[in-house]
């Protein structure tokens, strides 16, 4: 994704936006920043009731204080919106990728020839287009025919076209996206609105994030702060007016003043700066080329110890190409090769495809028609691990060595044993062994091959510091899994695992307490995706995956965890550490001007007012300036996110303790007697 930064621009839009959240539909969604914007209302009401002779306090106080109430609402609402700034600024790019185009509608998948030409928008779910080489996809899809290099640069701001091709985990295809060499045949399977392109617009846009569950939480803490000091604050009007009456001196508290000191005391920094914090998060994300569709996700991250991963197309490349046949012995390999290329003649996998083009270029074995003989083709499955074709009484069979071991077996044969030799030295290499048999006779093997991602070995040595495990799961043998495991680096691995078997094994992590993530992009992949905690699909892989997951890596990277992660702590992390600075804050204050508010009524009191303060007045303004300024003040840290370290969690939590707690004790004292001297220095009391 175009990483946008913050410039003019986002600027100019966010003070306008802060403009446009001063409607009350807008300020209900936060109840601590609606203390403070009822309380600027009401000192508007106490200023304008002053021309009345209605007097609270001194009208050209009363109007100060509710000038910085009011600009108090204002900066919090620029924390949020400079915040959605960037996220606007990048569904505005994305949103040029989404012009509607002319599709060609099909008729049916087998006549190119006959289509309609309609625009995009109108294209429902099921309905079939043709593209090619020029053409921008309409929709977003599932290929069902032909392969092509697609140009995803539109989403992935990566320039290097992708392969799309019909049946195996690189079948999806998203509308906005261009051809740039052959055709393909679409199955459209989104409708107008509710695209890929349509989602993404809105998750960087904002517009569906939701309030996460810890966020709720946080919330409801800050709500109750509030509430107990609205109380605390209420109950000092009537209080200093009966013991003003008692000590028959001087005059009881103003509204004004007591409004301008619950807004003091309310958590009004962290819940000014709540959601920012959140949306830069996912922002952040963004800019890292993932897109998560939960913000609960991204706090999940942030805990995540234990990482599994699928191999075929999420460790390696994934496009698995048949390179060798290898028969066993007494089997001539034109024999081997007639028999694979029969078994893969109707298998849409990239696999089947490879070995029909490698059996016709070494010995010219055309694709034959098998319509006549009554053939009944076997659909490869994640389950049995195997595909095949049925005819004349013939059965060819062609699979995972275990799954074709089991097979010819059961069917009362012999599995040779040099078979195993061919395997061994296959799965060694690193490549998918593929054993073929015919009426259960084992003939050989096809060696596909495959390659590890770049540079996966130094960064799952980084997640490993990070403190996450990372287990490789695959339906793949043993012995391949192993060698893919030694190269690519990861701790441990699972091999000839089904969906099930991916599945039973999350939900075992998690019974023990971990917390999973998950990355993969196949459709057997999908219900393990479900059940992670952070689920990251692979953007080169099938709908299906991309369904399952609550994140999308546009970079399809095997370690993308890694940022995922930093983010998520981060997030956490910066969330802790302003709530502390927060409340630490409003205890200070609390002792700072309790004292001198009843100056008034007792002058011994004065005493008390260790910073010296010049006048009553003169320490609420200052307080409920630093108040406001302070959330100005803490934007870039609420974007940019407190430094992360990687240290141990309890060392990290005693840091941040130290810093932002006792920062946000000692900071107010400081601040508010600076701007108390600059007030009465200045003359402007
Ligand atoms: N077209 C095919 N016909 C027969 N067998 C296949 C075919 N494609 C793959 N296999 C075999 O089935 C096994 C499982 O394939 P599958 O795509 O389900 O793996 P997976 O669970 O996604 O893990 P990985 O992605 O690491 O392979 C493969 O390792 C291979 O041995
Ligand atoms: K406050
Ligand atoms: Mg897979």
């Given at each position: 994704m175009n990483g946008k930064h913050i410039n003019k621009s986002i600027f100019n839009d966010a003070f306008r936006q802060s403009l446009v959240k001063l409607s009350p539909r807008v300020q209900l969604k936060n109840p601590v920043m609606l203390v403070v914007y009822i309380g600027a209302i009401i000192t508007t009401f106490l200023y304008i009731l002053s021309f009345m002779g209605?007097?609270?306090?001194?009208s050209w106080y009363t109007l100060d204080i509710a000038l910085i109430l009011w600009l108090t609402v204002l900066f919090a609402n620029f924390a949020e919106s400079i915040a959605e700034g960037r996220g606007r600024a990048q569904a505005e790019s994305l949103r040029s990728a989404k012009k509607d185009v002319k599709a060609k509608k099909?008729?049916?998948?087998?006549?190119?020839?006959e289509f309609t030409e309609v625009l995009s928008n109108t294209l429902k779910k099921g309905d079939l287009v043709f593209v090619v080489a020029g053409?921008?996809?309409p929709m977003d899809g599932e290929v069902i025919d032909g392969a092509a290099s697609v140009d995803e640069s539109a989403i992935t701001g990566e320039s290097a076209p992708v392969i799309r091709e019909s049946g195996?985990?690189?079948s999806a295809v998203t509308g906005g996206t261009t051809v740039v060499s052959d055709w393909l045949i679409i199955q459209v399977t989104a409708e107008a609105g509710e695209s890929f392109l349509d989602k993404m617009i809105a998750m960087v846009e904002g517009a569906t994030r939701k309030k996460t569950p810890n966020e709720i939480a946080l919330q409801i803490l800050l709500v109750t702060l509030t509430i107990i000091f609205l109380v605390v604050t209420a109950t000092l009007l009537p209080f200093s007016k009966f013991v003003g009456k008692l000590a028959g001196s001087g005059t009881a508290i103003s509204i004004t003043n007591v409004i301008a000191l619950l807004v003091c005391l309310a958590p009004t920094t962290i819940g000014a700066l709540l959601s920012s914090i959140g949306i830069a998060g996912m922002s952040r994300l963004n800019q890292a080329n993932v897109l998560a569709m939960s913000g609960r996700a991204i706090e999940a991250a942030g805990d995540v110890d234990i990482l599994l991963l699928d191999k075929?197309?999420?460790?390696?490349?994934?496009n698995r190409q048949a390179s060798e046949f290898i028969p066993v012995c007494n089997v001539e390999e034109r024999e081997l090769a007639d028999a694979a290329q029969l078994s893969s003649l109707?298998?849409?996998t990239a696999e089947g495809r490879s070995i029909v083009i490698l059996a016709k270029e070494k010995f010219d074995i055309r694709g034959r028609d098998l319509s006549q003989l009554n053939a009944n083709f076997i659909e490869f499955s994640a389950r049995t691990r195997m595909s095949g074709v049925d005819f004349g009484g013939n059965e060819i069979r062609k699979g995972a060595v275990d799954a074709i071991k089991n097979y010819v077996l059961q069917k009362g044969g012999e599995y040779p044993s040099d078979c195993d030799q061919i395997v061994q030295r296959v799965a060694g290499a690193g490549g998918t062994p593929l054993v073929v048999a015919h009426n259960a006779k084992v003939l050989g093997v096809i060696y596909l091959k495959d390659i590890v991602k770049n540079g996966v070995k130094e960064r799952f040595s980084d997640l490993r510091k990070m403190g996450i495990k990372t287990i490789m799961i695959t339906g793949d043998n043993p012995m391949t899994a192993a060698a893919i495991a030694a190269e690519a680096g990861v701790d441990d691995f699972l091999a000839e695992a089904t969906p099930e078997a991916k599945l039973a094994l999350i939900r075992d992590y998690q019974t023990k307490g971990h917390l999973v993530a998950m990355t993969g992009d196949g459709t057997n992949d999908a219900p393990a995706l479900a059940q992670a905690d952070v689920a990251v699909a692979m953007n080169t892989g099938t709908q299906a995956a991309k369904e399952a997951?609550?994140?999308?890596d546009l970079d399809s990277s095997p370690t993308k965890l890694i940022d995922i992660v930093r983010i998520g702590k981060q997030l956490l992390m910066t969330r802790g550490a302003l709530t502390t600075f927060s409340v630490a804050n409003d205890v200070a204050k609390y002792f700072a001007i309790i004292p001198v508010l009843f100056f008034g009524i007792?002058?011994?009191?004065?005493?008390?007012n260790i910073l010296g303060f010049t006048s009553t007045t003169s320490a609420i303004l200052s307080a409920i300036i630093y108040n406001a300024l302070i959330i100005v003040f803490l934007i870039p840290l609420a974007l940019k996110g407190v430094k992360y370290r990687e240290l141990p969690a309890g060392k990290l939590l005693k840091r941040n303790i130290l810093i932002y707690g006792l920062g946000g004790v000692i900071a107010p004292f400081l601040a508010i007697k600076l701007i108390d001297m600059i007030l009465t220095v200045s003359g402007l009391l």
């Open positions: 209605i007097k609270d306090e001194n099909l008729k049916s998948a087998t006549n190119i020839d053409n921008q996809i195996g985990d690189r075929t197309g999420t460790i390696t490349l994934g109707a298998d849409e997951g609550n994140m999308v007792f002058p011994q009191l004065t005493t008390l």
